[in-house]
């Protein structure tokens, strides 16, 4: 149930925005393995109302996306939040481009969120100022092994929550734990369960839209995020509601997939308006 207090998260634009004031996404997402979740990210965000998406990854996966969106800019530039890792694989190789440009725009960005393959790259003791993991339970058990406490996908599905703030614990990080329960902790020992989430959230690359549809909101508000934790903490739970409410949109036209759900996201947000 979205909380009347999260609509305010919300930015119509006004006569004065340009794109730059609307809030610039960066993404080093997707692979030749896994484009698709390039195409996904970045279609969740241009559907939450961000001025301007920028893509940087292989050529390839860049062309894919110009043609399902081209209003993306490709290439280095300016970015008020990045999304790091969806559909770049953990075991890529150290020196491959796509953990080079990960790590790099890890360690100079203000704002990340850090998806699948990152969790397994990033070096935790210097992270941006407000970062957030979203790992599903098979990728919190690897990040938890990669930080020494040994466990294992169903220990974590058994106490999500406890494994949540673990995780936050040890990284110094925001963790959204993605299930049918989301559960979000913080360093503080702080925790919120978000759901139950729409059953038409389970299918391949809803997460890859939830990271895009975040990364847009935060970036829409991204000073206020930096300026205060509380708003940073309600700007994921707004991203939650409305992922799971585009989910449950995209069903009454039948059968869902992760692409419906990001098309969706602008219904959602109409809905709400």
Known sequence: MLRPELLSLLR???????KYTRGVVGFV???LEYSGAAILGVTAAMRCGIGMVRYLGPQRVGQLVLEVRPETVLGLG???VWVLGSGISADHEA????VLDVLTQFSTAAIAVVDAGALAMVDFTQHPKRTILTPHAGELAALLN??????SRSEIEADPEAAAL???KLTDCQVLLKGNINWMASPNQKVRALGPMSAHLATAGTGDVLAGALAALLAANHVAVL?????????IELAVELHSRAAELASHDGPVSALDVAESLRKAIAEIS
């Not at 020196?95 to 796509?98: F, G, T």
């Open 78 to 80: 300016r970015a008020d």
């Open 166 to 168: 673990l995780a936050a």
């Open 227 to 235: 300026e205060s934790e509380e708003v940073f903490l309600d700007v």
């Open 146 to 151: 990669r930080l020494g406490q040994v466990t």
């Open 29 to 31: 997402t997707g692979s």
């Open 12 to 18: 119509e634009p006004n006569s004065a925005d340009n």
């Open 95 to 98: 020196d491959a481009p796509e």
